[in-house]
């Protein structure tokens, strides 16, 4: 069924120059833009944004590194969306992403991997409106 899924460009690929050549490979794989908005997060946003990995080893650092500089967030449509940009993205460390994916071409390593990628249907929406008010996710 047409869904949604929610995705940041993280400060490691918008520091690179790579919103373009991420964006293009996310459309070119067939998925609508809902929302899009650049962005930052601080440290106390990433935080929350994060909280379910609090209780991990790199909560601290990858807090750090997410308000670090700024974020693309985006809201993307399609069919089976939230596996389908699963497979997009790659694996979190990009040593073990597949080749062609996302995280394979521009992630520099398992902290700084490029995207994000929700990893339920209910993450997604949960995502989405941390980001996005109802009415920018017509
Ligand atoms: P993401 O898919 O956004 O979800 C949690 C993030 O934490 C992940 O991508 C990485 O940026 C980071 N992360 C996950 N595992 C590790 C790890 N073992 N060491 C450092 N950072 C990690």
């Known amino acids: 069924a ?3 899924t929610f995705t940041m460009i993280k400060p490691d690929a918008v520091e690179a ?17 809902v929302s899009m908005k650049y962005t930052r997060l601080t440290k ?6 994060y909280a379910v990995h609090r209780e991990r080893p790199f909560y601290e650092d990858l807090c750090d590194y997410m308000s670090s500089g700024p974020i693309v967030a985006m809201i993307l449509e399609k069919n089976n ?14 040593a073990e992403a597949a080749e062609g994916t996302i995280r394979k071409l521009f ?5 700084a991997n490029a995207v994000h990628g929700s990893d339920s249907d209910d993450n997604a929406k949960i995502e989405g409106s941390f980001f996005f008010s109802d009415l920018e996710q017509y």
Do not use: C, H, W, Y
């Open 2 to 4: 047409e869904n949604r």
């Open 17 to 33: 120059g790579n919103i373009g050549a991420i964006t293009k490979m996310i459309e070119n794989a067939g998925f609508k833009i």
């Open 44 to 49: 106390q946003r990433a935080g929350q944004f």
């Open 81 to 94: 969306a939230v596996a389908d940009f699963r497979t997009l993205i790659g694996a979190t460390n990009p």
């Open 107 to 111: 992630a520099t390593s398992i902290e």
